[in-house]
């Protein structure tokens, strides 16, 4: 399988401090992969690195062959990539409809094309009946429904997901989980998720990569991993895995 | 749905009907007001207009501008200087003067944007760009400098209607602020609804997330600052041609930047309707200040000789604090829900 | 022009630049903090310099006597502003809370306009004309005594925020608000503390300034924009860049009025900041953004 995604040799310091270090690791076409790692391991900070939030110290992104290394985050978001973030962040003074027809217009023709398109990714992510709201009044799981729907909507060949299952209850982590495979499966979506909740990890994802102090220290399926002696000793009293 | 119906969206049968009733009211203004409540309806037109314009700007796309009477006064200077200097009649000289305005405009928006180090920058770039025109001006003679600048009428110029010059009766005046405060209403709207007015908003509630969805937020920051000054700088004409005579003291002063703030902020910053709804509130009670002042004066309850200058500013700086301590989201919002003016969380 | 004209602009310039330093270091205390900006800036300073002028008149007081008295009326003023109105609008958008210092700001104007009317007052101290020379080198005393003044409040405030305790928990704040109040400090306190200490910088900055220049209420936007401009060249929220932003601006304005005309001064300064903009965004002391 192609890589999709092809992350080289990142680095990226803050006032000194080591964030990433040298780190490399693909994502292939069609997989979802999840990038693991305790608080601190610098997953976040690889999603933007990687989403041109952040411009590397030194290494590369490549997107589907292209470099898309220190671009900016609407380029990469036109490139290809949709993400949502950790802290969720919702058009607060717009509505729930509205949130997901600024992702969607980038790729339709028109707003009342985006508004319908809009639509689609609300009824896939159970919003439908919210979809007047405004995303000030929503609960935290479905902003986090809300960054999904919005990130999707932006029609990418790759999803970058951050911590969206975290808040969910176990019935409702099963259902996004299957939401996004049914995703990758009917669309061939590319999807990469940094995710505590290990039950969603090991049910959804076919490689993992496991950071930890910004450097890679493992990866491969998820079998190998949670055998993995480095990867439990980082995890050490850790009870989710 | 009526065409209408459709255009205002979530305005109610109520809302409608009391909204058409207040237009036919204004358009017949000059058969049943004085001329004294057209000057005072021409204030309030144009302050509306003035308040669209930055209301376009802060409340849909979050960006404070400070110094709005730059583009104003930069569009009144444009078009003045034009029809004095090689006879260009406003109607066509609105355009050099709309592009002046919209260039300086983008000037402050770049230098402002180019940093991610907050809005606050912005808005003080405004204000002292707006400050560093007004003493270039007072130093360029040919735009009559601290001596003001005028414009040539004549008795004959205050009958019938010259729209191309812009002379004629106060009624044509009238209505052209009236046609210009209710376009740039409906053109807002417009924009609302368009790409543009989604990506404003989204900007405003938020820049990191919108750019990750693809905005590019500098483009659309000055799609925005360029849409608002123009419509500024087309209010700048209008005042040219309406007052005749331009001071840069009176122009660019800092008051009228602040005044081009508070019908919106009274109304309600982002909304609609709120910056005309809040000049209707404001303009007027100015009025009746002054007006009340006059009168105790005149009846010996004030002494003759005490000037209250600043009382009228007094009592709006009182307002706003108000406002923005127990209504910031304003009146207009607070008055559809009361007088159930809209329907509520309808679909657009 | 010769040598001696710029040196003496220069040094003038200098001299009234560190009473605006003083000036852009209240703006600068109160945004370092608050991240608040001060719209009222001007009028808070006029109102020092109304308060100097009064006790010139009322008890003969020469202004830079004044000057811990402004400073501590000012103090309460901005302590009582801060906890009884700004503090209630923190919750709101950043336009907003600037709107409604601007508003406060207009109130300010108006009720000085009311009670003083438009026209310039001023004090005449007995050196007011008074100067010595050295060399070729003339310095007047009333700008020299203001600068030294102004010099001694700076210092203390940054002793302050330097050795105090309470000083060392207005910059605990600063850094990191959410720490602040794990850690058990009343920040509400200490902001009205910080929003009075602001004001005091511009009550005694005031006081200072009437010895140099008349006073109408309508110098109020003049001093806000200018202590802007310092700020944003000094870079915003940097104390020591208030200082430094002050003297440049003072000095440019000085040269500008030698060299074209004396109404032009106003305009360098924009020009200047426009050019900082341009080359170095943060400010010359400020800290780079990414």
Not at chain 1, 180 to 188: A, E, F, H, I, Q
Not at chain 2, 19 to 31: D, E, I, R, S, V
Not at chain 3, 167 to 191: F, T, W
Request: glycine residues 10%; hydrophobic residues 55%; aromatic residues 10%.
């Amino acid at each position: 399988m192609a890589a999709l995604l092809r992350v080289d040799g990142v680095s990226k310091s803050f006032r000194g401090l080591l964030a990433l270090n040298n780190v490399s690791f693909e994502v292939s076409e069609r997989e979802i992969a999840a990038l693991i790692g305790p608080n601190g391991a610098g997953k976040t900070t690889l999603f933007n690195v990687i989403a041109g939030v952040f411009r590397p110290d030194s290494g590369s992104v490549h997107l589907g062959g292209a470099d898309i290394t220190g671009r900016r985050p609407d380029e990469i978001c036109h490139a290809g990539i949709g993400r949502t973030f950790q802290i969720v962040k919702p058009f607060a003074q717009m509505t729930v409809l509205e949130n997901v027809t600024v992702a969607a217009l980038h790729t339709a023709a028109s707003v009342a094309a985006a508004r319908e398109a809009a639509r689609g990714f609300l009824e896939l992510l159970e919003l439908d009946a919210k979809a007047a709201q405004h995303a000030a009044n929503l609960t935290l799981p479905d902003r986090k429904r809300l960054e999904v729907a919005r990130a999707l909507a932006t029609g990418p060949r790759l999803l970058l997901l951050d911590e969206v299952m975290a808040g969910l209850r176990p019935s409702e982590t099963d259902r996004m989980v299957a939401t996004l495979r049914r995703l990758r499966d009917d669309t061939g979506l590319t999807i990469l998720l940094i995710e505590h909740v290990m039950r969603a990890v090991m049910a959804l994802s076919e490689h993992i990569t496991v950071l930890h102090h910004g450097e890679k220290i493992s990866e491969g399926t998820p079998d190998r991993i949670v055998r993995d002696p480095a990867v439990l000793e980082c995890y050490l009293g850790d009870q989710d895995l | 749905m009526t065409p209408v119906r459709r255009f205002f969206g979530p305005l109610s049968r109520a809302g409608l009907w009391l909204g058409g009733a207040f237009l036919l009211l204004l358009l017949l203004l000059p058969w049943w007001g004085s001329s004294y409540i057209m000057t005072v309806a021409i204030t309030v037109f144009y302050l509306a207009l003035i308040g669209q314009s930055w209301n376009l700007m802060l409340g849909f796309a979050g960006l404070l501008s400070i110094g709005h009477a730059l583009f104003v006064g930069i569009g009144a200077y444009t078009a003045a200087y034009l029809f004095a200097a090689i006879g260009l009649p406003p109607v066509i000289g609105v355009l050099p003067a709309v592009g002046l305005a919209v260039l300086m405009g983008l000037l402050i928006g770049y230098l402002g944007f180019r940093f991610a180090i907050g809005g606050v920058y912005f808005a003080l770039l405004t204000i002292a760009f707006a400050e560093f025109v007004r003493i270039v001006i007072d130093h360029v003679s040919w735009l009559g400098a601290t001596e003001g600048f005028f414009l040539k009428v004549s008795a004959a110029d205050r009958h019938g209607i010259d729209l191309a010059n812009l002379r004629g009766a106060p009624e044509m005046y009238y209505y052209l602020i009236m046609a210009l405060a209710l376009g740039a209403l409906v053109l807002c709207r417009f924009l609302l609804r368009s790409r543009l007015g989604y990506y404003w908003q989204a900007i405003r509630d938020d820049a990191e997330a919108a750019q990750a969805l693809g905005v590019n937020i500098l483009r659309y920051k000055m799609y925005a600052v360029a849409i608002s000054s123009g419509m500024a700088g087309v209010a700048g004409v209008f005042y040219a041609f309406y007052q005749n005579s331009l001071f840069p003291e009176i122009v660019f002063n800092i008051e009228r930047s602040i005044e081009a703030t508070l019908g919106s902020i009274v109304g309600g910053v982002g909304t609609l309707f709120g910056p005309i709804f809040g000049t209707f509130i404001l303009t007027p009670l100015g009025e009746i200040v002054t007006e009340a002042i006059d009168l105790l004066k005149h009846w010996g309850v004030i002494d003759p000789q005490i000037k209250l200058d600043g009382l009228k500013l007094l009592i709006w700086g009182f307002i706003v604090v108000l406002i923005v301590l127990f209504k910031p989201k304003g009146l207009w919002p607070w008055v559809c829900a009361r007088l159930r003016l809209t329907r509520p969380e309808a679909e657009g | 022009m010769d040598f001696w004209t710029l040196a003496n602009a220069t040094v003038g310039g200098l001299l009234i630049g560190l009473v605006y330093g003083l000036s852009a270091l209240g703006l600068s205390v109160i945004f370092g903090v608050i991240r608040i900006v001060n719209f009222a800036h001007g009028e808070i300073m006029v109102m020092g310099m109304f308060f100097a002028l009064l006790m010139f008149r009322w008890l003969g007081l020469d202004p830079l006597l004044s000057v811990p008295l402004a400073a501590a009326l000012m103090f309460g003023f901005g302590y009582v502003l801060q906890l009884l109105v700004v503090s209630r609008v923190s919750h709101l958008p950043e336009h907003m809370q600037f709107l409604l210092l601007a508003a406060i700001a207009i109130m300010i104007v108006s009720a000085l306009l009311l009670v003083f009317g438009p026209d310039a007052q001023g004090v005449e101290v007995d050196y007011a004309w008074d100067s010595f020379a050295v060399g070729e080198l003339i310095i007047d005393y009333p700008k020299m005594f203001a600068a030294i003044a102004a010099v001694i409040v700076a210092s203390l405030l940054l002793a302050f925020f330097k050795c105090t305790a309470t000083g060392k928990a207005i910059r605990a704040c600063a850094d990191n608000r959410m720490g602040a109040q794990v850690v058990g400090l009343n920040v509400s306190r200490l902001y009205a503390l910080t929003f009075g200490i602001g004001a005091a910088c511009l009550g005694a900055a005031g006081a200072i300034i009437l010895l140099l220049f008349e006073v109408h209420p309508y110098l109020a936007p003049g001093y806000t924009l200018l202590a802007f401009v310092i700020v944003i060249i000094g870079g915003l929220g940097s104390l020591f860049g208030a200082l430094v932003g002050g003297i440049l601006i003072g000095v440019s304005e000085a040269l500008a009025a030698v060299l074209f005309q004396p109404s032009m001064k106003t305009a360098f300064s924009f020009g200047l900041l426009i050019l900082i903009l341009l080359l170095r965004p943060q400010g010359l002391l400020g800290k780079a953004v990414r």
